[in-house]
């Protein structure tokens, strides 16, 4: 049968619990949709900051943990780590409300979390690393920034326009597609996006930044560890 | 409760069965991905070829119907579309052995969809759309196609060292994960990709072409449709 009780934590072999373990970077939207979950589905966890700007996630270390070199990653069982972003929503919110079960709301959930790896996060997320995240980045990325700009506006027009009819992403209510669409959605202001003609979007952000359990981007639990 | 039942097509309000219809191209691995599962499954639909080389999927009509504007996509009840080939996979799959639903087999199976269509797609599978099917694509994409290739290498050597120790991608058998990589990866030779030095990537290739129920890129069923 498939386990979608809900859980707070890892196990080990003799079914102790273990707390979960995730290696994250403080500013990397992907990292915060997590963060953002497990806070608001008050599970405790570990962190491990990972700092990418200095290399921390291609480390011959990191790699052996997760190949592909990216935050966040999860441990979710002694030396078991789940990556990409969306995948780990998935698991760590399964069983709750946040990811829904029901057919038709399920698949439409993943639509849009599939939607934001690959229309979103390319684009306004690549933005935001380069303009807001690095010194220099603007210049650095002056070939692709006008491909990531048109990308990133022609992504906002298709959130905007489902979001005219709707509050949220899927199943009418708050879920983790939320969550994810809201991580670089809310800082696409630092990457030159102007979200003045997106009232839409404008009211779902303060609308997700409102749901109780909320933290924001650099917010981080109490047990943090860094890596080199 | 959620619907895992297997199943093969939509309804209409009154519960009578209607075959799906899948807006399709039929050059597209995104595509080819869902036209594979629906084969497979020995699920019957039919299929509306969108010649997207010709503007076809950016039509009013089709925006309509998709406001991202990308083929594949599925008419899974009366004017209810369901669009992004993976949650597509996840959709048409549930209830069957190809869709994991033990908890860390799915999403370690999610896993590697999201990095498909984050890391494989845009290089791998940008590269065979500008190379293989577009006339003097390469000298139009040569800025970007430095980029794709050495994307599109790192992400076939995570997938090689998978699968130097996994015979499928995901849940220890033959799963939508496998389908999703399978597109564009078979193709790569066509986008300059060199697969001589992945072993484990050329033996997972042929174990897949060797599933039952397995079609070609170009297999289409008997009912077809093409729009503008």
Same mark, same amino acid.
């Given at each position: 049968?498939?386990?979608?009780?809900?859980?707070?934590?890892?196990?080990?072999?003799?079914?102790?619990?273990?707390?979960?373990?995730?290696?994250?970077?403080? /500013? %990397?939207?992907? %990292?915060?949709?997590? /963060?953002?979950?497990?806070? /608001?589905?008050?599970?405790?966890?570990?962190?491990?900051?990972?700092?990418?700007?200095?290399?921390?996630?291609?480390?011959?270390?990191? @790699?052996?943990?997760?190949?592909?070199?990216?935050?966040?990653?999860?441990?979710?069982?002694?030396?078991?780590?789940?990556?990409?972003?969306?995948?780990?929503?998935?698991?760590?919110?399964?069983? &709750?409300? @946040?990811?829904?079960?029901?057919?038709?709301?399920?698949?439409?959930?993943?639509?849009?979390?599939?939607?934001?790896?690959? %229309?979103?996060?390319?684009?306004?997320?690549?933005?935001?690393?380069? @303009?807001?995240?690095?010194?220099?980045?603007?210049?650095?990325?002056?070939?692709?920034?006008?491909?990531?700009?048109?990308?990133?506006?022609? &992504?906002?027009?298709?959130?905007?326009?489902?979001?005219?009819?709707?509050?949220?992403?899927?199943?009418?209510?708050? &879920?983790?597609?939320?969550?994810?669409?809201?991580?670089?959605?809310?800082?696409?202001?630092?990457?030159?996006?102007?979200?003045?003609?997106?009232?839409?979007?404008?009211?779902?952000?303060?609308?997700?930044?409102?749901?109780?359990?909320?933290?924001?981007?650099?917010?981080?639990?109490?047990?943090?560890?860094?890596?080199?």
């Amino acid at each position: 049968m498939p386990d979608f009780a809900p859980h707070i934590g890892a196990s080990d072999r003799s079914g102790a619990f273990i707390m979960y373990t995730l290696y994250s970077d403080q /500013r %990397s939207g992907n %990292s915060y949709k997590v /963060r953002l979950a497990l806070a /608001r589905l008050g599970i405790p966890f570990k962190l491990v900051e990972v700092d990418i700007l200095q290399g921390a996630s291609r480390t011959p270390e990191f @790699l052996a943990k997760n190949p592909n070199g990216h935050v966040p990653l999860l441990e979710v069982a002694p030396n078991r780590y789940l990556a990409e972003s969306n995948a780990i929503l998935w698991y760590v919110a399964g069983g &709750t409300t @946040l990811a829904p079960e029901d057919r038709i709301d399920r698949a439409e959930a993943m639509q849009w979390m599939f939607f934001e790896q690959h %229309s979103l996060e390319p684009n306004i997320g690549a933005a935001y690393f380069w @303009l807001a995240l690095i010194k220099g980045g603007r210049e650095l990325q002056q070939h692709a920034l006008e491909d990531w700009m048109e990308n990133g506006y022609r &992504t906002l027009g298709v959130m905007e326009m489902h979001l005219a009819g709707h509050r949220f992403f899927a199943a009418d209510r708050f &879920t983790i597609a939320d969550i994810a669409l809201y991580a670089y959605t809310h800082v696409a202001n630092q990457a030159d996006f102007d979200l003045a003609r997106f009232p839409a979007i404008r009211e779902w952000l303060d609308r997700v930044a409102a749901e109780p359990g909320h933290v924001a981007m650099d917010w981080q639990p109490e047990t943090l560890t860094a890596v080199q």
